[in-house]
């Protein structure tokens, strides 16, 4: 079993940053590709962005392009998300999963997941 912990949301202003953690224990780091997903009130899990066990491919979500970056310290077992130019769109509950298959994008894909961690964007 993996177990993964998040920390670093909150409450931000429009424009502002926060970058977000994902600490890993139980399994083997560099056996998972790494991803964050978020889930707004009344909407299904959405996919972020993932990144592969080291780091060579990472994946985003179209609307975060070139606003967020995903990054992984194998040596820490954690897996970041840095979210710069935040928009009040952006608020929801933020969510890291850990993927042992070789698909991306579907929450079904994953196989451990973290609680989740809050991030409120006000305008």
């Known amino acids: 079993q993996v177990q993964l912990v998040e920390s670093g949301g909150g409450l931000v202003q429009a424009g502002g940053s926060l970058r977000l953690s994902c600490a890993a224990s139980g399994r083997t780091f560099t056996d998972y590709t790494m991803g964050w997903f978020r889930q707004a009130p009344g909407k299904e899990r959405e996919f972020v962005a993932a990144i592969r066990p080291y780091g060579g491919s990472t994946y985003y979500l179209d609307s975060v392009k070139g606003r967020f970056t995903i990054s992984r310290d194998n040596a820490k077992n954690t897996v970041y998300l840095l979210m710069n130019s935040l928009k009040p769109e952006d608020t929801a509950v933020y969510y890291c999963?850990?993927?042992?298959?070789?698909?991306?994008?579907?929450?079904?894909?994953?196989?451990?997941w973290g609680q989740g961690t809050q991030v409120t964007v006000s305008s």
């Open positions: 999963a850990s993927n042992s298959g070789y698909g991306i994008y579907g929450p079904t894909l994953y196989d451990y």
